[in-house]
């Protein structure tokens, strides 16, 4: 039976927020994708708020986003760049003002950016846009001024230091991070989990200091923290946050398990304050566990209910000492093909169970359990360091894909590939020559995969349609276009000795044809240059401090080696030799991606964007269903990078507009020359 605690009376949440005045999110001013031909003709948008691609699709209810423009100044002027939102129609065109004057002759229609040579550090800019056909041009943004270099610094309030109870100092860095329009503005918020320093692998003991949350503006402003407490211990793989607007309010929620003592944004203790289930090892193994979603914008605690399942026995996860018990896993999926649920997990070494719940502005509801104990013991030992979300079999409903075994919408298992545990996971439309979704996954025991260190799969039956061979565990892969001689994504694993760090391994086309044994870094992919190939994600670790500089880097395919476009100097990578950003995602101007890293000394979040101009054109990278769910999934774990739900590469074909319910009208932009 759940229990419910019960939290100080709030006043009632908004179902929408009034839109500040100049907000982005008229961005949408023309008649929405697939919007009735009886629109005004004037260029003015209908009272739609929605897109679609078919009148018998499912619509997601979405986010509605302002079209985030950016302008930095170069040497060769000021590259300017803007979002192609979800439900812009294809027709859609831009034009580029410079301090009051229109820049531009005609329309851009074949990207959403430009590098303007006249332009100066001093300038200020404002894009409008028009209909294809029509005369009607209405302003997209307001007026933005440039930046002075090509990253945007969100200055933290960094946590102050503490002792543990035997005696040992700890300090704060800043960890992994996600995104949600936590105030219904049509900008996106930062939230931010901060590690201590003595944070700790499950395998290893030792006391932590408290896991603290917060939530960030982009000018720094900090809107709430969360101390979850001394009863949640601090780890890669301990806290898995979610940020999603589940209960369609136009405003995001964030969920995170609890404990006794977390204290919420608005200072309310859940659960008993002065508990302590600490052993003198430091691990918690003892005491209530709980699942809480908090309002987004304050920080709020508005329900919590028992976390699914309860720890029960210790043993029973695989060890004694609380390693394996203690493996969570979070993310969210179109289970309906509609609304958003939240997915949150336990254990994957031996039993699992997946736990779904909805969120209807004022209570979590459980929607179904999956629980290896009770589906049969194949299910056992089949989950991953992270998960994915994707609609792998055509239903319009999202399936999670947890490691080597996927479960369906309706929680039953569709299929089991019986591979064993993994490192790595990378789900997408990998292969555009074969229909559906593919997943290509690393493998770890040898005996459960059949010496094969990672493989190629069908998404949808988990037929393995080609595989690396290895004879030990295999802790990196990574899949995405990087070589346009070979059509669809590459995939390839490290090899040789297995070290993280390997060039040695096996690169393969999407057909599965061995490309070489010369591979690069299998860490992270980033769409960084101006062409549809992927770059390389990766950091320059530096074994004594163990912290590394993020780097993104070009594949050199006819050489076989990297070359480095770009280093994120004076900020650091996350989680050792991980190495992940503390978040990746297409957070600014056109459709390719934002690395944000932690300064040095974790006084601010540094948001770095590209200025390399693009000649190609795609709906911002958010508006995608299975891009936009592996950023909430992305901070999971093992971090990984998100995909598409189309195949982005060399020779890909224009994708489809999603199907998307939007949670707040749009509002027209005003003519230009009124």
């Not at 999670?400 to 919408?409: E, L, Q, R």
């Not at 990998?430 to 690393?442: K, M, T, Y």
């Not at 101006?530 to 163990?546: K, S």
């Not at 957070?587 to 944000?596: C, K, N, Q, S, T």
């Amino acid at each position: 039976m759940t229990t419910r605690l019960r939290h100080p009376a709030a006043p009632p949440r908004r179902k929408s927020r009034p839109l500040a005045a100049g907000a982005l999110t008229l961005g949408l001013l023309l008649p929405p994708v697939g919007a009735a031909s009886a629109a005004a003709d004037d260029g003015s948008t209908s009272s739609s708020t929605t897109s679609s691609t078919s009148s018998t699709t499912p619509q997601r209810q979405a986010e509605r986003i302002d079209r985030s423009p950016v302008a930095v100044a170069t040497g060769d002027g000021v590259y300017v760049g803007w979002r192609m939102l979800g439900d812009d129609p294809e027709a859609i065109g831009f034009h580029v003002y410079r301090d009051g004057e229109r820049i531009t002759d005609r329309p851009i229609t074949g990207s959403t950016n430009l590098v303007d040579p006249d332009g100066t550090a001093a300038s200020t800019y404002r894009i409008s846009a028009v209909a294809g056909g029509s005369a009607v041009e209405r302003w997209a943004t307001e007026e933005f001024t440039v930046w002075d270099q090509q990253t945007l610094d969100v200055p933290l309030d960094k946590p102050a230091d503490g002792t543990t109870p035997d005696g040992k100092a700890y300090s704060y860095r800043a960890n992994d991070a996600s995104v949600g329009d936590v105030d219904g503005d049509g900008q996106y918020e930062l939230v931010l989990k901060w590690d201590p320093t003595n944070s700790q692998d499950n395998s290893k003991g030792g006391y932590t200091g408290n896991v603290l949350v917060d939530a960030y503006e982009l000018d720094g402003t900090r809107l709430w923290r969360i101390d979850l407490g001394r009863n949640v211990r601090a780890g890669a793989h301990y806290t898995q946050l979610q940020v999603f607007d589940y209960d369609g309010d136009g405003r995001a929620e964030v969920m995170a398990k609890t404990a006794d003592g977390t204290v919420d944004g608005a200072g309310t203790v859940i659960g008993d304050a002065d508990a302590d289930y600490r052993n003198a090892s430091g691990y918690v193994l003892a005491g209530p566990e709980f699942l809480t979603v908090f309002d987004g914008e304050t920080g709020a605690a508005l329900d919590t209910v028992d976390y699914t399942p309860p720890r029960g026995t210790v043993t029973d996860w695989g060890d004694g000492y609380g390693n394996r018990v203690d493996r969570f896993l979070a993310g969210t999926a179109y289970l309906d093909g509609e609304h958003p649920s939240a997915i949150f997990s336990r254990g994957y070494y031996t039993r699992a169970v997946i736990a779904a719940y909805d969120f209807d502005g004022e209570h979590l509801t459980q929607r179904w359990v999956f629980d290896s104990k009770t589906a049969g013991k194949e299910y056992e030992g089949q989950g991953n360091h992270n998960l994915s979300v994707a609609d792998v079999d055509g239903d319009a409903r999202d399936e999670i894909v947890f490691g080597s075994m996927t479960i369906d919408d309706d929680g039953s298992a569709l299929y089991n590939t019986r591979l064993g545990h993994g490192d790595a996971l990378h789900v997408g439309d990998l292969d555009p020559c074969r229909p559906g979704l593919e997943v290509f996954a690393a493998h770890e025991s040898m005996s459960a995969s059949g010496n094969r260190g990672a493989t190629f799969r069908d998404a949808a039956t988990g037929e393995v349609l080609w595989s690396i061979p290895a004879t030990r565990d295999t802790g990196r892969a990574a899949a995405g276009d990087i070589d346009p001689r070979y059509a669809g994504a590459e995939g390839w694993a490290v090899g040789g000795d297995a070290a993280w760090n390997s060039r040695v391994g096996e690169l393969h086309a999407a057909s599965g044809e061995l490309i070489g044994n010369t591979i690069p870094a299998a860490n992270f992919l980033t769409y960084w240059d101006g062409d549809l190939l992927a770059e390389i994600g990766d950091h320059d670790f530096d074994e004594g401090p163990r912290t590394g500089v993020p780097t993104i880097a070009k594949w050199d395919y006819e050489n076989g080696e990297e070359v480095e476009i770009y280093r994120a100097t004076g900020t650091l990578s996350n989680n050792d030799t991980k190495g992940n950003p503390a978040l990746q995602a297409d957070l600014f101007g056109d459709w390719r991606e934002e690395i944000v890293t932690r300064t040095e000394d974790s006084t601010a979040l540094r948001i770095a964007t590209t200025v390399i101009p693009t000649e190609h054109r795609l709906r911002t990278l958010m508006s995608d269903p299975v891009y936009r769910l592996g950023v909430a999934w992305q901070n999971t774990a093992y971090n990984q990078p998100p995909h598409t739900s189309y195949f982005l590469g060399e020779g890909m074909t224009t994708p489809a507009a999603p199907s998307l319910a939007y949670t707040t009208p749009a509002r027209p932009g005003e003519k230009v020359g009124r």
